[in-house]
């Protein structure tokens, strides 16, 4: 959901979390009021993952445990709510676009990359959007410090792809849907 460097995000995504649903989520109360550090500290940085100590890991893993699907749905209703509801209010001709489309662009919401290109893109085909997103992907330094400009690898390469690969019919959305949910394994 968020990054590693600048976790500025996650105690208000857990806050929502708890409003949709108080009881399933009750474990991320203990987070709302961290701090950057507070987050730094237990899950680590980049380059030093604490996953293994971690006691916000433990908190998501329970409630995973407990309902790994509600809890990916309440996921994207906030998803949707704060990144993509806010992009088809700015560009509504993507209503129209495939839902991998509206993804792929909403991801670089999330990733925090400049979406103001898509003021040009309405006439483009959805494959020219998505290599669109992968060229942006690769070449913007987000807060995941991911940016590597190589645009045929790692999540520059991976999530745009998987666009591609639905709108060719490579792939169809319940097997990402399965992959997603790891019942399938190792496919991107």
Same mark, same amino acid.
């Given at each position: ?30 987070? %709302?009021?961290? !701090?950057? +550090? @507070? ?9 030093? &993952?604490?996953?293994?100590? /971690? ?64 003021? %040009?893109?309405? !006439?483009? +085909? @959805? ?9 942006? &992907?690769?070449?913007?330094? /987000? ?46």
């Amino acid at each position: 959901w968020t990054a590693l460097e600048k976790m500025n995000n996650i105690a208000p995504f857990f806050k929502k979390c708890i409003e949709m649903d108080s009881a399933l989520c009750a474990p991320l109360a203990a987070f %709302t009021s961290w !701090s950057v +550090s @507070d987050f730094t500290n237990d899950i680590g940085t980049p380059g030093n &993952i604490k996953y293994s100590t /971690s006691q916000v890991k433990a908190a998501l893993s329970q409630i995973c445990d407990t309902d790994r699907e509600t809890f990916l749905t309440i996921q994207m209703d906030i998803a949707k709510e704060e990144y993509l509801d806010p992009l088809l209010s700015e560009y509504p001709w993507l209503e129209n676009r495939p839902s991998c489309v509206q993804g792929a662009v909403m991801h670089l919401r999330v990733w925090g990359a400049s979406t103001g290109w898509l003021g %040009t893109y309405e !006439s483009a +085909s @959805d494959e020219e959007i998505i290599k669109k997103v992968r060229h942006t &992907i690769a070449n913007t330094s /987000s807060t995941a410090g991911e940016a590597t400009g190589n645009e045929n690898a790692g999540r520059a390469y991976n999530e745009p792809q998987i666009a591609l690969e639905i709108l060719s019919g490579a792939v169809s959305t319940e097997e990402v849907e399965k992959y997603i949910l790891k019942e399938v394994k190792n496919k991107y």
